[in-house]
């Protein structure tokens, strides 16, 4: 026995083929019991079969093994769950044999209320509360509801069959094939899928509507949601059918399954899951409300969906060898969700707005506590080897570098000989497994690049290089080192896909950047050596923000693209790369803060949604900073960042105009909010008065959805202790809603509030049962003035949390949220003499990660203390009249 403890993978003995599982949940007591039968293939000698498992108990004498031909049948001596590994040991007293048999178990287990295995999501109907069952599976929660093999690449058929009272809906990942009668019961049983990993196993038991539709090529498509928001689901719906059939072009191949399910699930950690068949979903991510949804919850329902669908060929059909290529799944359907959304809505410019998604990556990955692309089981044993430390992985590296160094290689190789060799390398990979070496012997099959060696530096390696560029004796000289947040030096080097240009995008230049610096001709660059002191000259690296990498300029270089920024010479998508790389440049020390806002001040025209929202990004974050370091000159910062907004505010207004874009429709919202926030009186009133139409008449047109969190935010700032009206007002609106979208939008207002005797009344209603466990974490975005109270009370309730949140990531948001907005020393070692006795290994790389930013935060705040000019500058910059 003791040679299976302790090990992160199940030996290789035996592999299952087939499984016949038969649950049965009961929704009343919220327990389930179950039978399985897996046809398993044994490979060599052995007198056990090892398989996952955990919180089930075992019918001990119901446990059998039978051979093919069932000439015996062998019973074990042993069953022995091993929970600290979820394993189950069958131990038999003889040589079981080589070859096809049948391994037997019956086992019983409860629904729970944590969001993974088969749990329990509670529900109205008629006001009563009832409860439906769920499964999430992914990373390792299948072995919470039956016995198996679960490892992705340990792939299988899976005959389903759910027996469930017979008023409710039974869904799984193939058709009903069947379904029986017997008083109050119902045996429903499902079609056999084709093999797939046992993370993508779904069922779903509960009251549903739907609405159906159909591809081109007849799949059944349908959206079920609760009874009574069945219209709430037809966006996604005709999304979903549209998706089917781009992803069937683009990836050669069809669809593979005969239908496709979508489920709105009111109780759900992540945002989507990607079942075979059966995509599960939080509500905010499928469903969407024409008159109380705002433009960005369409844009995430739309992104969300693609995503999910890209999975159905990415992940399904061709799946990840182990946790360790997770990326494979998460990076790539990120990227695809993006080229689909662009295809059926050109408008939205969703590849410039793809940016937030590199920024994040970025700002992630430029940390000392940041992990590779490709975690590394033989270096990082702690990461990938325990099931629950899996969790940790699925953040912004996988999904969002992992997307962005496919943007970066396809923007190299060029669309067309990407997505053929992306279509080769579904075709030869489906229905099995595949490493990130598949993926780029396909890519270097079909373009004649050398991908592998491209590719490796930038996913077996942590980090990513800044490009320091200068123009001196006309040659432009190109430096890499590795960019870290902290200002510290690393020691990466990378293979760079360098692209300029130089006065305008006709004159640009490509190249790879192998070694450590280089240097070109400028005169062979344009054509002429004039330009010193040209300011028509300008040059822009990284075009587009295609590449994975930050450019720090020289300070005439950097003034050119000031100027080229004002004369509004450049693309939006370099307006906002310009902007973030000085913004995290200025974060490490690397570039003074007055630079900073020298240049922000170049972006007073700018009309572009996506650079103005990253500029109130890196606004709010600037505000935070210099108030911790220069509070004297608050007002001063106040009135730079109302002048640099205003003009955009008095363009969009409060309400929709007839016919205006989807961006302006999303913009308006987040200015408004900015204003609030920076303390803009005029837009404080004027929000106090349309949320005081709309306390009176929920469909008042004075407050319409893209509106809204402005209004909430800017009540908010009004609230105090003595003054509470705003906040009890919008807690009546919170719990009259069913909407889940108005319920985050409210939770994501209320800790906004400037005083910490309200703060920590809200933080105490995130964790009341009026909140679902899964919304918790929008309620943690707390003011600045309220930072210290949110970490008492993180302390105070910390074994509450983690009791229900943990292990899994939502607990990593508290932990995150609290802990990252502080600047001083002092902080840091009360954390971590806090955390010292209660560290978990599913919380430790984010504790590290949150601490670093503290000390990042530490030494910006001293940096701008040191910073003599600074004062002048932003008093300068705060009375120039715009």
């Known amino acids: ?87 189950v040991v ?43 069952a769920v499964t999430q599976f992914e990373p390792a929660d299948a072995r919470r509801c039956f016995p198996c093999w679960d490892e992705p690449a340990a792939k299988a058929t899976f005959k389903i069959t759910l027996v469930v009272p017979s008023d409710l809906v039974a869904l ?59 219209n709430q689901g037809k966006f996604a719906l005709d999304v979903a059918v549209k998706t089917l059939d781009l992803y ?82 998460e990076g790539f359907a990120t990227w695809v969700s993006y080229l689909a959304a662009d295809s059926l809505f050109p408008e939205w410019k969703i590849w410039t707005q793809f940016l937030d998604q590199t920024t994040d990556g970025l700002r992630l990955d ?133 692209t300029l240009c130089c006065g305008s995008y006709e004159a640009h230049k490509n190249f790879l950047l192998r070694s450590k610096s280089e240097s070109l001709d400028v005169v062979e660059l344009l054509g002429s050596s004039d330009v010193k002191g040209n300011h028509e000259q300008w040059i822009k690296l990284n075009i587009d923000q295609a590449g994975f990498y930050r450019v720090k300029y020289d300070d005439d270089l950097q003034a050119r693209l000031r100027y080229a920024i004002e004369a509004s010479s450049l693309s939006a998508t370099d307006r906002f790369g310009i902007l973030d790389d000085s913004y995290a440049l200025s974060m490490a020390c690397k570039q003074s803060l007055s630079s900073l806002f020298t240049l922000m001040s170049a972006y007073r025209k700018e009309l572009d949604y996506t650079v103005l929202s990253h500029l109130i990004t890196v606004s709010f974050k600037v505000a935070t900073i210099t108030a911790d370091a220069v509070p004297e000159l608050s007002t001063y910062l106040k009135q730079f960042f109302i002048n640099l907004f205003q003009s955009s505010a008095e363009r969009l207004g409060w309400e929709p105009r007839q016919g205006e874009s989807h961006l302006d429709a999303m913009l ?33 047109p004075l407050l319409p959805p893209d509106s809204r969190k402005a209004a909430y935010v800017a009540v908010m700032q009004t609230v105090t202790a003595s003054n509470r009206w705003g906040y009890d007002a919008l807690l009546k609106i919170y719990r009259e809603t069913d909407l889940s ?9 209320l800790a906004s509030c400037p005083d910490p005797s309200i703060v920590l009344e809200v933080l105490n209603f995130v964790l009341s049962p009026e909140v679902r466990s899964q919304d918790a974490v929008f309620g943690l975005a707390v003011s600045r003035e309220g930072r210290e109270t949110a970490w008492c009370w993180l302390k105070e309730k910390w074994d509450h949390i983690l009791t229900t949140y943990g292990p899994g990531f939502l607990v990593t948001r508290f932990v995150g949220a609290v802990v990252s907005p502080f600047s001083s020393t002092d902080k840091v070692a009360e954390v971590e003499e806090f955390f010292a006795t209660r560290t978990k290994p599913f919380i430790a790389r984010t504790l590290k990660q949150s601490l670093e930013r503290v000390h990042i935060n530490t030494k910006w705040v001293q940096s701008i203390r040191d910073e003599k000019s600074f004062g002048e500058v932003i008093k300068e910059l705060a009375h120039r009249n715009y």
């Not at 919180?55 to 929970?83: I, M």
């Not at 991510?285 to 992104?303: F, G, M, T």
């Not at 979208?741 to 207002?749: A, C, F, P, V």
Request: charged share 25%; aromatic share 10%; glycine share 6%.
């Open 172 to 230: 799984s990942n193939m058709p009903v094939v069947d379904e029986k009668l017997d008083g109050d019961l119902k045996t429903v049983s499902f079609q056999e899928s084709p093999i797939m990993s046992t993370y993508l196993v779904a069922a779903v038991v509960g009251l549903f509507d739907y609405v159906e539709d159909h591809t081109p090529d007849g799949i059944k498509v349908r959206v079920y949601t609760q009874v009574g928001k069945v």
């Open 366 to 498: 430029g940390l000392a506590e940041s992990h590779p692309i490709e975690v590394d089981i033989s270096i990082h044993t702690v990461d990938i080897n325990h099931a629950s430390e899996i969790d940790e992985i699925f953040d912004a590296i996988s999904y969002r570098k992992g997307a962005s160094v496919i943007r970066m290689l396809q923007s190299y190789l060029g669309a067309e000989p990407f997505q053929r060799s992306l279509a080769s390398y579904i075709k030869k990979f489906a229905c099995s497994n595949a490493r990130t070496e598949d993926l780029w012997a396909s890519l270097e099959e079909g373009s004649g690049e050398p991908v592998n060696m491209l590719m490796n530096s930038w996913t077996k390696q942590m980090g990513y290089p800044v490009i320091s560029v200068q123009l001196k004796d006309n040659k432009l000289e190109f430096d890499q080192s590795q960019f870290l947040q902290s200002g510290a030096s690393g020691n990466g080097q990378w293979i760079v896909p360098i």
């Open 248 to 329: 069937k072009e683009y990836f050669e191949t069809p669809y593979t399954l005969p239908k496709l399910d979508m489920i709105a699930i009111p109780d759900f950690a992540a945002g989507a899951m990607e079942n075979y068949g059966l995509v599960t979903y939080r509500e905010t991510a499928l469903l969407y409300d024409e008159q109380h949804s705002a433009a960005a919850n369409k844009q995430r329902v739309a992104i969300v969906v693609a995503h999910e669908l890209a999975h159905q060929w990415f992940g399904n059909l061709v799946t990840m060898e182990w946790w360790t290529h997770l990326w494979l799944n």
């Open 741 to 749: 979208q108005e319920k985050t939008r409210i939770l994501g207002s």
């Open 90 to 132: 069958f131990g038999f007293d003889e040589s079981l044999p080589l070859g096809e048999g049948v391994l037997g178990v019956t086992f019983d287990g409860t629904l729970n209320d944590r969001m993974k295995g088969f749990y329990r999501s509670s529900y109205e109907i008629n006001g009563e509360k009832k409860n439906m």
């Open 1 to 87: 026995m003791e040679q299976f403890k302790g090990q992160s993978r199940l030996p290789k003995f035996a592999v299952p083929k087939k499984y016949d599982l038969k649950l049965k949940p009961d929704l009343i007591d919220c327990k389930f019991n179950g039978t399985v039968e897996i046809n398993i293939d044994i490979k060599s000698e052995t007198k056990f079969l090892v398989l996952n498992a955990a919180d089930l108990v075992f019918h001990n004498d119901s446990v059998f093994y039978k051979t093919h031909n069932a000439d015996k049948v062998f019973k074990p001596s042993v069953v022995e769950l091993v929970e600290a590994d979820e394993i």
């Open 668 to 700: 308006r919202g987040e200015i408004l909010t900015a204003l609030a926030i920076f303390g803009h009186d005029l837009t404080l009133n004027e929000a106090v008065r349309r949320f005081r139409a709309f306390v009176d008449d929920r469909n008042s």
